[in-house]
Structures are given as C-alpha cells and as structure tokens.
C-alpha cells in the first residue's frame, strides 16, 4: 500500500492508529498498575535456603546480562526495521556490503568473554551449592514412590543404605509432609522403587531427581529466620498418572520445636501397636491393579482387624480411615506386594467414615460403616 | 520480473493422482513433505489446544482421566517434532536445494520418494493407538523406567507404536540425509563452488551431516528399548531390574540435541535467503555464517548432558561450558543477520514480517536457553514451564516462523501464483500476537514453580492468571490458521501469477519459470558468485 | 536446446555466456571424483557405525556399572556359560571366516576392474557362501551357548550386539546375491561395476564391526 508524497493517510489508517495506540496505552496502564508483581515474576520466589541464595544471586547476575543483551540486540532490529525502509520508488541499490572481518571478530570475542565469565561464575556457584558437609545435623531419606512421598529419618552416621528410625509421609494436613529444622545442616538422600521422580521445592530454588538403583544426595540448609514457615513442593518429572498429584510440605521447626517433634516420633515408632480385641471380627480386603476389592466395608463400633491383602507386587498400599471430616482418624504403616498383614483398627464412634491408601488417595477409596 | 520462454511449455500441477503417488521428482516430493506435514502440524495443534483447555483453569475440566492428558503432550510433543519439524524443513529442502545447485533432481529420486512415503505409514502407526488400546504416555522423551512395561508405566502397545514409528521416521531421516549430501557434494552446475552455493544449500549441507551421524544412534536406543519392552532385556530396566535408566538419558539425548539442530539450521537457512532478497543487499558475512553453522553442528554434538544437569550424574562443568560457547556462534549469525538489514533498502512483503518475527523470537529463546546454561539455575528451572516457554521460542518463534516465511517466498516458485499479502500480514500479526501471549507467561509460570507435565494445579498456587493468558494465546495461534489456509486455497487457483521472479531473488531457482520444468533448468546463467541471478540482472560489478 | 538472448548478461563480448548443460551431474559425470552410489554407500556406511557405536556405548557403560563382569548369578551353570573368555575358539573360527569373505570379496572387485568377468562371479559366489557359514554358525552358537537375552545384562548385550551384527550380514548376503544374479546376467563390466563396489564396502564394513565385537565380547 504505497501512498504518494504528501498526500493525507485516508480514513481507515487513522481509525487503525487510532486503535492501535488505545491498546497500547491499555497496555501500558496495566503494566504501570501492576509494576511491582509484574518485576518480581521475573523472578523466582524469595530463596529460603542458603543453597537457593546463592542460586539467587547467580541468577539476578544473568538476568542483567540477559536484559542488556536484549535491549541491545532487540533495540537494534527494531531500529534498523525502522531506519532502512525502502521509500516507494526508490529503485537504487544500496551499498552492496558483504561483510566485515572485524565486525566479525569484535561479535565473535565480545560475546565468548561474555559467556566464559558467566561459565566461571556460575561453576563456582555450583560449587557452593553442592558442597557436602561431612558431619551433617540431620540426614532424612526421601523416598518417592508413584504417587506420594515419604520421608525417612536416618539416625546419626548414616549412610545411603540405611534404615529409618521412623517414616513421615506426606498427607494433606499439618501432620504430615517433611519437616525439617532451621539453621542446621540437612543432609538429603533420595529414593525410588520404581520409576524417575523429582524432589522439587520452588522455594529452594532447587531440584534433583530420584532415579531407581542411583544414590542421589545433597545438603540443604534453612536460615533460622525462617522457622515456622511451610514450603510447598512437588514432583517435578513425568512419574505417571498421578504425577500431579505428588506434592509435598516442607515444614520448618526451629531447633527445640523439631527436637521435640523427633522425640515424639521416636516414641510413637517404638510403641507396641495395640493387639486386635479379642474376639473382634476380622474383614478380608485385597488391593489388586491399584484396586480396593470392595467399596464399602461394616464393622462393629467395639473395634475390629483387617486383614489387608496386598497383591499389587512392589506396589505399596496402605488402609487408612478418615472421618466425615476428612480428618485421619486411623493411620496404619503402608507396605509393598505381594504381602498381607493384619490392621488392628479401635473402637470407633458409631457413623459413616471413609477408608482410603494413603498412598492412592484417588483410586482406592471406600466407605466404612461402623455400627 | 523475467519469464523464461520454455518448450514444451511447463505445466501447473495438474497431474492426477497416480502421477503424485508415484513420483520421484523432487519438486513433487517436496510438496507432498509440506502437505503431509502440515497436516500433522494441525493435528499436533490440536491436541496442544485441548492441553490448554485443560489447563486454562485449576480443576480437571475436560479430561478425567489423567492418563489422557500424558497422552496428548506425549502425542503433541512427537508429532511437531518427528512429522511436523523435522520433514517440513526436508520438503523445503528438497524442493529448493536442487533447483538452487542447478541440479536437474535429488541424487537418489527413488529414495527420495521411499522417504517421504515412510512418513504417513509413520504418523498412522504412531497415532493408531488412539484406536487399539492406547498411544504412547512417557512423554516424547519416553524415559526409561516410565517407558517400561510394567504396571503403573506403559503398559499397552502405545509406546511400542511410538518406537516403530520413531524407527521408521528416523529412517526416512536418514536416507534424505544421505540423499542431499550426494546431491550437494555431486551435483552441483558448473561454476559453483562451495563457497558460492546459497546459504539454505549449507544449513542443509550441515543438517544433513548432524542427520547421518546422530539419527541412528536414536535407532538403537528405541531397539533397546523395544528388547526392555518385549524379549525380557536389561538395558532400562532401573527399579525392578538392573538396567540404568541413566543409560536411556545419555543415548536418547546423544541424539536429541543434535536434533533440534535439525529442527532449526534450514529454516535458519531460509531467513538466510528472505533478508538478503527484501533488504536489496547481499547476506552479511557469507563466509563467517558458513563457519558459524558448521561450529554449531560440531559444538552440537558436546552438550546433550545439559538436558540431565538435575540427575546428578554427569559432568556438569563440561557440559555447562560447551553450552555457554555454543551461543558464540549463534549470535554470530544474528549480528551477521542484523547487518543484512542495516543500510539496505527494506520491503516489508509477508516473507520479510516473518523473517523479522524470527530474528526478534529466536534472540529471546537463545537468551533464556542461557539461562539453563548456567547449572544451578538450571537446578530451579529444569522440568518447569520455564523450559516451555525456551522451547517454544527456538521451534515456535524460530523455526515456525521460518517454515512461514519460507512458505510465502517460495509458493510462487511452487505454484506458479503469489500469495495474497494482506492475509499474510494478518495471519502474521495474530500469529506473532498470539504466540507471544502464550509463551512468554511461561516464564513466569516456571520461575514460579509450576512443572512441566501435570493436568491440573493447585487454585492457590498462583498460577490461574497465567496459565488461562497462555489458552486465550494458543487459540489466538489457531486463529491465525485461517487467513493462512485460506489464503493457500484461494490462491492457488485466483493469486496473482507469479512469473520467474515475482521476488527480484538473487539464486537460481528463480532463473526459471515458476513452477519449474520437470527438468527444472532450460539454459542456466552463469555463476560466479553466490548471488548469481543478482549478476545477471545488475552485472558482476554492481555487486561489489 | 539453442542458446537464448535472453539470459545474455554482461554484454562484454569478450566473454559471451557458455552454454551449460543442466544435466551434466549424473554418475558418468566427466568431472571425476567419487561416483554417486558410492559416496552414498560410504554415508549409509557412517550411519551404520553410528549406529553400532549407540550399542557399543550401552554395552561398554553397563560393564563398567556391573561389577563382576560377566556377573555372578545364583545359578551356577549359567555362570559358567557367561565366561566367554574361556572358549573363544568357535568364536575365532566365525571370524576367520569372515575375514576370508572380505579377501575373496575384494578379489572379486579387483576381477571386474580387469574386465574378468568370470573371476568376479566365483569370488563373489564363495563369499556369499562363507557369509551363510558365518550365518549358519553363528545360529548353531546361539542355540548352544546356554544364556538367554533376558538372563542378565549380560546376555541382553551380547544377544543385541551379535544380533544386529548378524541382521547386517544377512543384509549384505541379500545385497551379494542380488550382485551375483546381475553378474550372471551380465550387467557388469570394467567400465560399469559401481554397485559391485558398493556391496563390497559394506561388506568389509559388516567384517570389520564383527572384528571389533569378537575382541570385545570374548577377548577383552
């Protein structure tokens, strides 16, 4: 669309431009409104752990790069789109220049020296961040299994291979999910029966997968400031079709809070678990294909067992029974098949409850009628 | 705008249906590439719409079943990049390069045509599983040991379709590989050297090469595969067997790197041959661009492991800084671009539009590509949105970009009819608009923690205002599909006639008539410069 | 064809345009070189040790994550059937007879480039036969070498490796009589053997990955 010299845009342009700078001023409205929480989504959330701010700070050195790289480059296309257009009619070559070999070098140099010092900063931030501390505070095993997490805490000394004192998994609710004390040196180690997960928290600015038969570990530390906060997690690779659902909690205690909660759960592992009544009825239930067998079950409000079949082999499952409330009111030990163990479930308040795995929450899940 | 006088007249298009069955012609091959791409391109589309949908809000709204879901970013991701990507750039290629070497086809017509029937064969076997039980779930990168057959992973014939058809589609790369270098190497008119051959000639020259060396090192990772699936193997098998799941990584990305390589030097190659052209100047730098991409397929195959910096397993510093220097070389390129355009004399024809939307989306894929680059950032953005939003920016606002610009430059060539202008200028505004808007919010949505892969997300996670700007832009994407369908509709039949050279083009496709002669080349000027039709019609001195 | 005005560019008569043949690049090309099926043999050939070199690279990284090599399993007889350092006699004699089927392949090539048509046929002809041999033997090893491809990662190598090895020499058995029947049917001569060529460097490539498999399954 060609216009000749000097005469008026027609109509339509105007309408056009008339458009195209309301939207604009829109836009720029929105943008100025919004400054503050459109420049922090620019980057990741506050880091929590020492590791994170060490990441953060790599990362605010590359974002500046990366934001004079763009303004430069991206400034120069826009200004030569808009310099060098070809006037109608103009029919005369432009100088035919084929290149320049200094050009060359000087955009060749500038931007190797350019990537070499973020190379050498941030291989000294990877440094930092995999740093091992030989004698940690804590060492906690999380194990990621398809589809939930669970969180084992290792007694001093340990090493990849061994076992818990006690196990936490991750539950909706305050009670479960890993919790972790403040200002002490963490040692992680990850893993998997079964497929690749991730242990993901954004607010670490951190991930690391769990991948069968590999030994993968590394420290973590919270400042102290930041006890009594609760960070939210997830599994961050494809484990299958509930991966979505694999969240996790991570929740801070400040160091006497965590003792004491450790205390306890030292306790609670080592107590006896109560024997069956006597003369209690016992139900049979079978988990298969990631299945219950039935869903509703009845037991007598003077307490009874399940006997818990699991045929799902390497698959773990457990029985849990919640309140109408959804509150856990029975939470037994999950196990893999192919195995069959016997829950001894307490007497209950007469109702209706529901009696799910902990570990399948979606798929296997029932209701309980205790008379 | 020349027209060359041939006898017998060429004809349009018009043979029947037998003629494109069986034709070993390289312009009919190449044609049937883009149709049969494209094709897939809308199906791919597709499911990435219903993948948005789903995900425009918090909620399982259209899809129950999660196992859906895992499907279609599966199918999505495989079909763009192994029925989409891949084969458009080869339909291009093989359209353009023959006519631009002078050459009267491929080296190996029958197998040219071998390798383009492979691939529907491919995308129906891939995608029959929609039909027979079930389609691959793993994700395109189909990890071991999610790959497997056992109970919660893939079980069904799903992901042994997608190995089948991943082996026949890599076959048909590699024998089109084979086939442009013999062509490129041997067949070239008299008078060009390599140094004078058209840029789209070395990107394909150089992909070729990164298709021969690094496709069937994927063949035998999908055959191992295969034996873990069905014959009891221990290659992958990691969690219920001995085999290592580290072990798939390293040989499914030894290849997948240099693939998207592949995916990107043609159309790269294309804006390559569109700049020079609309800015009336020669490209900037010819000789340091020929460098530049052939340091990029060697650097190429050193930096797979930076797709695993999270698995803990590899050697972290080696890879970081081999992916730090491999944007040398591609910034290289962009100034080299950049400097085509500055001083010249600019047409903003559609050709151009995409050409610039390619410059200015490829610079911010590049830099957020950067981003990873640098290990432990890498360890807050891997396997989030973030990678999306890179991803997205070097396939979508590069190489598609580039495929469109190709598209408008070289149908005339193809069709002997220009294409309309201002339905490319609007599919070009809502396509740059609308791709813009899905992709860049990704960022933020990766930076702020939302992964990769999942149906559904927390409503309180923060992520609803994002994630439905990303849907309303996918469908502004597919809006745009219409100016472009019916512009391709329309003007095949009622666009202006073409002539030789509608363009003013500087290389020797457009020496002839348009579309070509079966034997593509009457008389051919001489060549004495990689702008060959540029001398002919100015002269060798206004050249310089 | 004639020369047409139109394409007439400096108008410098000193230097008139040369008419050029557009089809001057087909495999009788006089400018020489390396004709086109070849340089195409030679590239499928690259892709082919790429290929090999993904196996080799599986194989290598399994050995040296599983410790012992061969590994130690409960049973007893399959271990003893994992030691293949300690019989590679068999093994040796498959690649003696390979590496014949290379010399008399090459004798044949040497046959047709002097026009000797008979000595191409029966050098080709007995390399085809040592190839089956080499089939048929490697067949008969399988079948009494006493592990299968799921027994460990060990057999799952070794079968994949022989396997795929063995899929090529049955390939480039197809490609050697498909060679011998348009022998007989005289389609080659000194001036025209470009295919013969062709099969006989896959062919020494088929041997040459067999000689890099028998020295790393059963040598190192």
Known sequence: MSSTPGSRPSTTAIIGWLIAAAVFLALAALVVLNAQSIWTSFFPPAAKSVEGTEIRNLYDIVFAIAVVIFVVVEGLIIWTVVRYRRKPGDDVLPPQTHGNNLAEITWTLIPTLIVLFLFVISWQTLNNVEAVNPKPDLAVRAVARQFSWSFEYLPAGADAETKAVFAITQQDGPTGGLFLPAGKTIHMYLHSPDVIHAFYVPQFLFKRDVIPGVN?????????????????GQCAELCGIGHRTMTLDV?????????????????AASATPPPPPSGAPTIQLVAQGLEFDQSSLTGPATGFTIHFDNKDNLISH????????????????????????????????????????SIHPTQMFGTLTVQ | MATTTLTPAASAYRSGLYEWLTTTDHKKIGILYLVNSFIFFFIGGIFALTVRTELAAPGLQILHDELLYNQLFTMHGTVMIFLFIIPVLVGFGNFVVPLQIGAPDMAFPRINALSFWMLPLAGILLLSGFLTGGVAQAGWTSYSPLAQDRPLASTGPGEDLWIMALLLIGTSSILGGINFLVTIFKMRAPGMTMFRMPILVWTVLVTSVLVVMATPVLTSALIMLFIDRNYGGHFFDAGTGPGSAILWQNVFWFYSHPAVYIMVLPAMGMISEILPVFSRKPLFGYKAFVFATAGIGALGFSVWAHHMFTTGQVFLPFFSLMTFLIAVPTGVKMFNWIFTLFRGKLTFSTPLLFALGFLSMFLIGGINGAFSAAVPVDFALQDTYWVVAHLHYVLFGGSVFGVMAGLYYWFPKMTGRMLNE???????VLMFAGFNLTFFPMHQLGLAGMPRRIADYAANAGWNDLNLAATVGGFMIAASMLPLLANIFISRRAGKPAGDDPWEANTLEWATSSPPPPYNFDHLPEIRSERPLFDLRHGREAGH | MTASSTLVTTGDPGHPVAEHNPVAAFPHDTRGGISNPILGMLLFICSEVMFFSGLFAAYFSVRAASIPWPPITKDAALNEHFNLHAEPWYAAGLTLILILSSVTCQLGVWAIRRDDRTGFIRAFGVTLVLGILFLLGQIYDYSTIGFGVSDTPFGTTFYTLTGFHGAHVFGGAVMLSVILYRGLAGQFSSRHYDAVEGVSLYWHFVDVVWIALFSTLYIL
């Open chain 1, 251 to 267: 929740h801070v205690l400040a160091p006497a809070d965590f003792q004491a909660w450790y205390d306890k759960q030292v306790t």
């Open chain 2, 422 to 428: 201002g339905l490319g200028k609007i599919q070009f």
């Open chain 1, 216 to 232: 993968n570990q590394f420290d973590l530390e919270i400042p102290a400031s930041d006890a009594g906060e609760t960070y939210r």
């Open chain 1, 318 to 357: 457990d029985v849990d029974i919640l309140d109408a409330g959804g509150k856990k009111v029975v939470d037994n030990k999950d196990f893999p098949g192919p195995a069959a163990q016997d829950y001894p479930i307490p007497p209950l308040p007469a109702g209706t409850y529901k009696f799910e795995c």
